[in-house]
């Protein structure tokens, strides 16, 4: 109780907040680096996913290997990347690391989400003259966009939780609180930082939730374009 006591006492310190290597700037710095690997992790798995699943071909395949890539802990992949070339390239290796992290999920649930669309539905619109894009755009994408758009949600959370790696590679974020504690022996400290991840994460996945049920997603277009 100690421990947990002092730890609030050191997240309501104003002074602990402010300055350099403040938690302000460090959740900053996390939450940039969250966003910066969750962009580029769907830019490389919602194109493959969306394409594979509309083909029905290989998909299967390429979410196998996403998924077995997974084994490999995150932590393991950026040691590996910092005592490669890539190591001499500042925060890339952190990026990377999380980035392949990141790309299972998004990819199996877009790739589940496109096979999961009523098939019923996509060849009536090709009865209506569309054309495969049409079809992928106007019908497949926005009925499969809630499994998508789950997929980015958990993506994202893991992310938040995995980004405290940063921190053992000399980068930013909340994980240098934690590497702080550890390294001054302060337990409170260690818990703080651990809590802020947390909430951090709850937050994220909370504002998810909450713009999937403001904005429902999954309507289908059958005309344009």
Known sequence: MNTLAAAWDWLTDGANWSGDGGIAERLVEHLYLTAVCLGLSCLIALPVALYLGHLGKGGALAVNISNAGRAVPTFAVLVL???SPLGD????????????FAVPPLLTNAYTGMRGVDQDVVRAARGMGMTGTQVLRGVEVPLALPLVLTGVRIAAVQLVATATIAALAGGGGLGRIIIAGFNLASTP????GAVLVAALALVIEGLFVLAQRIAPVGGVRTGGS
């Open 89 to 100: 390239f500042g925060s890339w290796p952190t990026v990377i690391a999380l980035v392949l």
């Open 81 to 83: 990347l910092l005592l």
């Open 189 to 192: 400290r260690v818990v703080a």
